[in-house]
């Protein structure tokens, strides 16, 4: 601490280390290099990984855990009746109208009987494989901030997603695709945008890369869109760009950052090529695509929201996010649901929770459904953790009759695979579903980042940046790894 | 460390066999080990003032009334099974994770052994109240040391000559001249130079030609624009306001141009510091007072948690904290480089900053909000109607008095007839027209993105009118835990003026008492923290390495003297920065070559005692605005509202910003990257993916990072492709034939005439795939990208 102190970062190593390391060192550094677009800086493991890869399924707008996942019986009982918390509540918009059961229907999943809403029924099939926590609590009912901190772990903007922390240490798997990989809602981006994966005070290589597989570009810049741009002039230039670069390389002794450079052209035209054979489908098989709900492709939807078209939408992203996964993607974000206008094609329903809840719900069980079976047929999903999560929950109380006002002080995430245990709860939520059952012991976004990152091998508290004076970590001065759940 | 632990395990071992001896032991055990432990792991929540958990730790009779602790009956305390683990979890302390194991068994002991705990002990709530650091010492000039060496032509460089001897290593020679000129056109103006000033300079026999070319330089409106780049990044501008909606900033560019102004116009650095914190009220009248002010909102702001949440609500009060917390970390980070805002939820852990100083800093900011503002571009027209505003208001006022004594409402009776009575309203009536409509003549008044007391409404977001918000102390950082109302002040830094004011203080006179302790000629930090940011844009790394942390956190100085005498003779010279850029380019430090030297490189392979000079990529901008420029398309048009690199859709609601749907041909967007658009929420790809500053942090120093997408971008993004044709067509039509376009081509992007190889391979190059596609490939040279 009291000597000079750099970014323990590779851009560090790769702008500072000269003739400090021997020259067969230092060829072996690059070699590695070239092999992988960036290492990560945790070069040994904390302690043996569960899990290489992590699928991070984010609802934006907040979906509601009492009509998905956290069944309750009392509001069926006291449905229509005044509210009652027991205690002065404030939420978003005021939502407090009398108790509201949810308009779909629960039943039981599964070896352990867990109730699930009607709307997902779909995951009814991995009940056994997953783990609920149904005591959640955020900080805020605000979106922006609620989605910066379940996204980075700070509800202010300026700190990297848990994707840019994970390429960050433990780097790439591959040297042809992005380490972290982006799925947005192709209407829209749910609150703060691509501010969610960016790495902020990390390395650039740390962000999330947004894909958008529809696009002329679904990587920016990817190809180039000109008409005087042709494939012979391509590969000649790209080798008297090469030359032209060795030499000004060769001329400038102990610069790595010049070989580099050098190399970062090879790899590009390497993504080049491997990009578009992972986002292509068409080779997917018939019952592929119909059980990721991709069988009515071409169809046309009608205005309203409706459960086809959310599950085509959603289901894409997920067919994708195991194509790229296999390919040596180690994390991938999916988002569903845009910015939280209107019509609805986001989580947010202050007005009608069947209308949109239900639809949206559909199409991301049917999705979702079909990641965790087709990942446990090609024996990935033992090593590839699935976190569902979202902003915050909704309240039991209704809003206008037919809607759901914020609920930050309680809400679901599940976690799958990657060494997690299967057919469990941890935490339950109270009776209403308006906090935790015990309120002195919730669970925060702290701990499912801690667990997420002790699977992968990393110690979060050992996984920091120092930035602008502050140590920093994702989990700030928090976080559990929460070892019931774990295998 | 290793050592530490084994003498307290030891001492843990011994004192768990005999604690049952005399009680002076355990009392000592008391005093050594576990007062300690728990001032800093417990006691920063659980004290007389905070109770949380309604329980304190502070005093004997505290800890021990409450039943948490039992002497002698470590099972019946329930202290002991908060701090133990269960299922791998604890219960206390909430943060920073659990106790170890031997200091849960040290706890155990000392219960055991009677919890003996000595009356006179009273915890302390842990804070730092240790000055003694550097950056707190005052400032004093050193002498330069005397190095009777040649090569040491200014002080500057004899502080570096001597720690190179010191290091054992040795200086590099000279950069040639067409490396000099190109370094040092781009440190100063972030452009490269053209061939032919590059042309005249190496062949500039003067020996003053080097000088000659600084003064250009600086004299130069491009160096402001440059130069604001960084000033901009440190303190987060950005053109829209960032969370959830991010809504447009339409009126935040003043902000942007005014920095640039200051910048060219070499404005004193106290002048700079003070107008931004408190421009209104020490210079009033004048139009730079108030958009000066813009640095105050340059930062994110929650529009949903200030419109559509009330204040009285937790979410509202934490979007209000949290935006006072930026206020006041954006405020100390860049001026005195000191990360205050770790004290929002404790005392600072490294440095002295304490709860209590901290939120008295968040009370001088206690009546601002972000907002547009008002004001005169002309300082004339702003003390006309300063004069106007204030006779109406006494004329309005005195004729509301008559009107009621008339209406026999005062007690004051009147004599006056009917008549009297009449004219005399209506002369006063007369009067107000008479001003309201010279008011009105006026010429119409700008708007600027500020801080600012009075705007119109907006949902919840009500101003204030000038009376500050109380601010309490919260514990934990957490608004449902307010402690004492805050006292508005500045920090004890030693030697520095009273640092609490008085808490009737008004609004404007806070933010003029931190404005002016600021720029104090006792501020420890806030010269040494300008020149080393000045410094590091130079070598591309601080004599501290950590430009906004020059706290216990931050990097040590390489150079400690230097830095103070850098500091010294920019406070005690005319405060300017462009005297300080002479003084830096003009030294042999600077003029080095950028050479590897496997000697020097040996002991001192990171350069930091500055051996040679630091080879540097371009910036997003500076590459941007390269491109701009050998293209022949830059428009230098200066200031105004932000161009569009984005298609803007649906703003009803939260905008969309559309990059792949902007077509880079439009000719609106030819202008240097400073007057972009930034949009927070969604930052632009391509200048992200080369390291572009994120606007929601305070960047005092850029990423270099080098990626196959950076790559992509180069070779791919569709501005690249239009300039290409640009560039192209501009060679076409200034030259012939294909050779002459090719050592053109050459000359533009490295400012070095081709090599015959060169010119032959980009040849052949260019009548196969043709010029667009060799311009293209020019853009991505490493020549082109870095600087040597």
Redesign the interface.
Same mark, same amino acid.
């Not at chain 1, 790769?14 to 400090?20: E, M, Q, V």
């Not at chain 1, 509800?155 to 300026?158: A, K, M, N, R």
């Not at chain 1, 400038?252 to 610069?255: A, Y």
């Given at each position: 601490?009291? !000597?000079?102190? !750099?970014m323990n970062n590779?851009?560090s190593f790769?702008?500072?280390? $000269?003739? =400090?390391f021997g020259a067969l060192a230092l060829n072996a550094m690059l070699q590695h290099e070239a092999a992988a677009?960036?290492d990560g800086v945790v070069q040994v493991l904390h302690h043996p990984a569960k899990a290489k890869r992590v699928v991070q399924l984010f609802m934006g707008g907040a979906a509601s855990h009492i009509d998905l996942w956290d069944h309750k019986p009392m509001l069926e009982k006291h449905h229509g009746q005044a509210s009652d918390f027991g205690e002065k509540v !404030?939420t978003?918009q005021d939502g407090l109208g009398p108790w509201m059961k949810s308009p779909f229907k629960f039943s039981p999943h599964g070896e352990s009987g867990k109730m699930l809403s009607e709307v997902v029924e779909p995951m009814g099939e991995h009940t056994d494989d997953l783990a609920f926590i149904h005591n959640m609590v955020g +900080?805020? =009912?605000?979106?922006?901030?609620a %989605?910066y901190l379940q996204a980075t772990g700070f509800?202010?903007? =300026?700190f990297p997603g848990m994707g840019s922390w994970v390429s960050y240490g433990l780097g790439s798997m591959n040297d042809n695709l992005?380490t972290f990989v982006v799925l947005p809602d192709h209407r829209?981006?749910a #609150?703060? $945008?691509?501010?969610n994966w =960016?790495s902020?005070?990390l390395?650039?290589?740390a962000?999330g %890369?947004a894909i958008f597989p529809q696009?002329d570009?679904p &990587? !920016?810049?990817? #190809?180039?869109?000109?008409s005087?741009?042709?494939k012979? $002039?391509d590969s000649?230039?790209l080798s008297?760009?090469k030359?032209?670069?060795r030499r000004?390389?060769e001329e400038?002794? $102990?610069?790595s950052?010049?070989e580099?450079? &050098?190399r970062?052209?090879e790899?590009?035209a390497?993504?080049?090529l491997s990009a578009p054979e992972a986002l292509d489908i068409s080779g997917e098989s018939q019952a592929t695509m119909k059980m990721y709900g991709l069988d009515r492709i071409g169809a046309t939807y009608p205005a309203e929201i409706n459960p086809a078209e959310e599950a085509e939408y959603f289901g894409r992203k997920c067919l994708i996010a195991r194509r790229l996964l296999e390919r040596g993607v180690r994390f991938v974000q999916i988002w569903s649901g845009n910015?939280?206008?209107?019509p609805r094609r986001n989580w947010d329903s202050h007005e009608n929770i069947q209308r949109d809840h239900g639809p949206l719900a559909r199409g991301m069980a049917v999705g979702t459904a079909a990641l965790l079976k087709d990942l446990k047929q090609r024996g990935m999903l033992e090593d590839t953790i699935v976190l569902w999560t979202t902003e915050f929950g909704r309240m039991p109380s209704s809003q206008g009759g037919t809607g759901r006002d914020h609920n930050p002080y309680v809400f679901t995430n599940w976690l799958c695979g990657g060494g997690i245990k299967g057919g469990v709860t941890h935490g339950a939520s109270d009776q209403w579903g308006y906090k935790p059952l015990d309120r002195?012991?919730p669970t925060q976004v702290y701990d499912i980042h801690a667990t997420i990152l002790h699977q992968l091998g990393i110690d979060h +508290?050992r996984l920091t940046v120092?930035?602008?004076?502050?140590?920093r970590r994702i989990t700030d001065?928090?976080g559990?790894?929460l070892?019931?759940i774990l295998t | 460390m290793m050592i530490r632990k084994v003498i307290l395990v030891a001492v843990l071992v011994s004192c768990g066999l005999h604690i049952t001896g005399t009680s002076t032991r355990a009392e000592d055990l008391f005093r050594d080990r576990i007062a300690p432990l728990l001032e800093r792991r417990c006691v920063g929540c659980h004290n007389d003032r905070q109770r949380e958990g309604e329980y304190s730790l502070q005093s004997a009779q505290a800890a021990l009334d409450d039943g948490y602790i039992l002497p002698d009956d470590p099972a019946g305390s329930h202290l002991l099974d908060l701090i133990t683990p269960e299922n791998g979890k604890t219960a206390m302390p909430k943060n920073n994770g659990s106790l170890s194991v031997e200091e849960v068994e040290l706890i155990r002991d000392w219960i055991r052994g009677g919890a003996k705990w000595p009356a006179d002990v009273r915890l302390e709530v842990p804070k730092v109240g240790d000055f003694d650091w550097w950056s707190y010492k005052p400032l004093a000039r050193p002498l330069a040391p005397v190095m009777n060496d040649s090569w040491a032509k200014s002080a500057i460089d004899d502080f570096v000559l001597a720690k190179l001897n010191e290091k054992g290593l040795t200086p590099s020679p000279p950069a040639d001249r067409r490396t000099l000129i190109r370094r040092v056109t781009y440190d100063l103006i972030g452009l490269p130079p053209t061939p032919e000033e590059v042309a005249t300079f190496v062949s500039d026999t003067d020996p003053n030609a080097y000088l000659k070319l600084v003064e250009r330089l600086l004299k130069s409106e491009r160096y402001g624009e440059h130069w604001a780049r960084h000033w901009l990044d440190v303190a987060k501008y950005a053109d829209s306001c960032g969370y959830d909606k991010d809504k447009l900033r339409p009126n935040a560019w003043p902000y942007r141009d005014y920095v640039i102004r200051s910048l060219n116009e070499d404005k004193p650095y106290s002048r700079f510091v003070q107008e931004q914190i408190a421009g209104d009220i020490l210079f009033p009248d004048t139009p730079d007072g108030i958009v000066g002010l813009g640095f105050i909102a340059a930062g994110p702001w929650d529009f949903i948690g200030h419109v559509e949440v009330s204040e009285a609500k937790i979410d509202g009060k934490v979007a209000r904290n949290l935006d006072r917390d930026d206020m006041v970390s954006g405020a100390f980070n860049t001026f005195c480089s000191l990360t205050v805002q770790c004290a929002r939820c404790h005392n600072h852990k490294f440095d002295p900053v304490t709860q209590e100083h901290y939120y008295g800093l968040q009370s001088v900011f206690a009546a601002v909000d972000r907002a547009n503002r008002r004001f005169d571009v002309d300082p004339k027209t702003a003390k006309r109607r300063r004069e106007l505003t204030g006779r109406l208001n006494a004329l309005t006022a005195a004729k509301a008095k008559r009107d009621s004594i008339y209406l026999g409402l005062a007690s004051e009776p009147s004599s006056d007839s009917n008549e009297a009575r009449r004219d005399k309203i209506q002369s006063y009536s007369d009067q107000i027209t008479e001003v309201e409509s010279e008011l009105h003549a006026l010429p119409p008044q700008a708007s600027v993105y500020a801080a600012a007391t009075s705007f119109p409404p907006e949902g919840n977001f009500q101003p204030t009118g000038g009376k500050p918000r109380d601010v309490f102390v919260l514990s934990r950082g957490e608004v449902t835990l307010p402690g004492t109302l805050a006292i508005p002040g500045v920090l004890p830094l030693s030697g520095v003026l009273p640092w609490q004011f008085s808490p009737e203080l008004g609004e404007g006179q806070r933010r003029a008492k931190l404005a002016e302790w600021f720029v104090d000629h006792d501020n420890p930090l806030v010269w040494r923290s300008i020149v080393n940011r000045i410094w590091q844009y130079h070598f591309g790394e601080g004599i501290v390495a950590t430009p906004n942390d020059l706290g216990r956190m931050g990097a040590l100085p390489t150079h400690p003297e230097l830095l103070d005498w850098l500091a010294v003779e920019f406070r005690d010279g005319d405060q300017s920065m462009k005297e300080l850029h002479r003084m830096i380019v003009a030294s042999n430090t600077y003029q080095q070559s950028s050479a590897d030297n496997a000697m020097n490189s040996a002991i001192d392979s990171g350069n930091q005692f500055l051996w040679r000079a630091s080879r540097r990529r371009l910036s997003a901008e500076e590459l941007r605005d390269s491109i701009l420029i050998v293209s022949g398309a830059m428009n230098l048009e200066m200031g105004g509202p932000g161009y569009y690199l984005f298609a803007l859709e649906k703003t009803e609601h939260s905008p969309h910003f559309e990059y792949h749907k902007f077509d880079p041909s439009d000719k609106a967007s030819h202008r240097r990257s400073i007057y972009r658009f930034i949009a927070r929420s969604q930052p632009n790809p391509y200048m992200t993916t080369l390291d572009c500053a994120d606007s929601s942090q305070s960047t005092p120093r850029r990423n270099e990072t080098l990626t196959s997408l950076q790559a992509l971008a180069l070779l791919n993004n569709k501005f690249n492709l239009v300039m290409a044709e640009k560039f192209a067509s501009r060679l076409e039509s200034e030259n012939a034939d294909l050779q002459s376009q090719v050592r053109q081509a050459m000359a533009l992007v490295t400012q070095r005439p081709a090599t015959e190889t060169e010119v032959r391979e980009l040849l052949v190059y260019a009548e196969t795939h043709g010029v667009a596609n060799l311009c293209r490939l020019l853009f991505n040279l490493s020549e082109f990208l870095f600087v040597d």
């Open positions: 601490m009291r !000597e000079r102190n !750099e590779r851009r790769l702008t500072h280390c $000269g003739a =400090g677009a960036n !404030e978003f +900080k805020s =009912g605000v979106h922006s901030q %989605t509800q202010l903007p =300026g992005p829209g981006f #609150s703060n $945008g691509p501010k =960016g902020a005070f390395p650039a290589s962000q %890369t696009r570009n &990587i !920016e810049d990817l #190809s180039a869109q000109a005087f741009v042709t012979a $002039g000649a230039g008297l760009l030359r032209m670069n000004y390389q400038r002794k $102990g610069d950052r010049l580099a450079r &050098i970062s052209y790899l590009a390497a993504m080049q910015d939280n206008g209107f002195s012991s +508290k120092r930035h602008n004076g502050i140590d001065v928090h559990h790894v070892t019931n | -």
